[in-house]
């Protein structure tokens, strides 16, 4: 058994590799060290505010820092590796209070009727949560060894490279590209009129630096056109819409500030440093940082 010491050292350099990846080439030793001891500084936030009279939480997220992690959260504890996508819903608050995470909200589509499959590919914490090889729908969040965000719409750009990506969402449709206003919804494959008309939503993207992400809950009804503006105006270059009307959720350390009016099937799930990362993710991102790589299921 190792000493109280010794578990502190191993939390140590942990910290330290995870931060020479993020950091690689552009800092110092003591640069990295002072990142580290700013124990003021907030990785993950969430705020409320207002443009034009649309009222809407924006959660900021920061991917240079070593302590933020993205995970899907899956409803009845679903194991990671599960191509099919076959995992049942649950209320979001029994999913809040499982994930003892900085933020909880609702990820992407999934299918109304039993079992409640989910839509589209998704990886998480370096493993396939659901695979399709013909997937061609919608538009694809990915991170990147060293937390590179990126975002591909696939009848467009071309399918991502799924083994490439750490964690990867895949929902829309497509809302910002180069930092300009980007909609073909049925280009992406969407013809729902939940999608195409007017709803509550709520998207995901990061500005030209990719240094962070913007998750953004709109507390009142939009035309996809208009959630572009204001994703805009909030600051990305690139953004998406996710799932949205009765799925919309939102939690911040425990606390629904957003409550869904149906069960959840998938969730993102934030840590930070005051909501730390379970193990396992930790060294699988380590892991993944070195070179290991999501493994394409069979068939």
């Not at 933020?68 to 409803?75: N, V």
């Not at 029994?94 to 039993?114: E, I, L, P, S, W």
Request: aromatic fraction near 8%; glycine fraction near 10%; hydrophobic fraction near 40%.
């Amino acid at each position: 058994m190792g000493s109280m010491s010794d578990q502190k050292k191993a939390s140590s350099n942990f910290c330290l590799s995870r931060r020479s990846f993020l950091f690689l080439g552009s800092a110092a030793l003591a640069g990295r060290l002072a990142i580290a001891s700013k124990a003021t500084a907030e990785s993950v936030t969430v705020e409320r505010s207002t443009i034009t009279s649309i009222p809407f939480y924006k959660t900021s997220i920061d991917l240079t820092d070593p302590f933020t992690f993205l995970a899907i959260g899956l409803a009845n504890n679903s194991t990671l590796d599960n191509p099919e996508g076959i995992i049942g819903d649950e209320s979001f608050e029994r999913m809040v209070a499982r994930y003892h995470a900085a933020v909880v909200a609702n990820g992407t589509f999934f299918g109304k009727d039993d079992p409640k499959s989910l839509i589209g590919n998704i990886v998480s914490a370096g493993r396939f949560v659901k695979y399709s090889p013909g997937e061609n729908h919608g538009t694809t969040l990915g991170l990147r060894a060293g937390n590179q965000p990126e975002m591909l719409t696939a009848r467009v750009d071309g399918q991502p490279l799924w083994t490439q990506y750490w964690f990867s969402l895949t929902a829309g449709p497509r809302l910002l590209r180069g930092g300009k206003t980007w909609l073909a919804p049925r280009t992406e494959g969407f013809t729902d009129p939940h999608v195409m008309g007017v709803a509550h939503r709520c998207a995901i993207g990061f500005p030209a630096s990719g240094k962070k992400l913007i998750l953004v809950t709109f507390l009142k009804p939009l035309p996809l056109w208009r959630e572009a503006q204001l994703m805009r105006a909030i600051g990305c270059s690139e953004a998406m819409n996710l799932d949205g009307g009765a799925s919309i959720a939102l939690s911040q350390s425990g606390t629904i500030l957003v409550r869904p009016k149906r069960e959840q099937t998938n969730v993102i799930v934030v840590y930070d440093t005051h909501h730390k990362a379970p193990t396992f993710l930790q060294q699988r991102w380590l892991r993944f940082q070195m070179g290991e790589r999501p493994t394409l299921p069979e068939g």
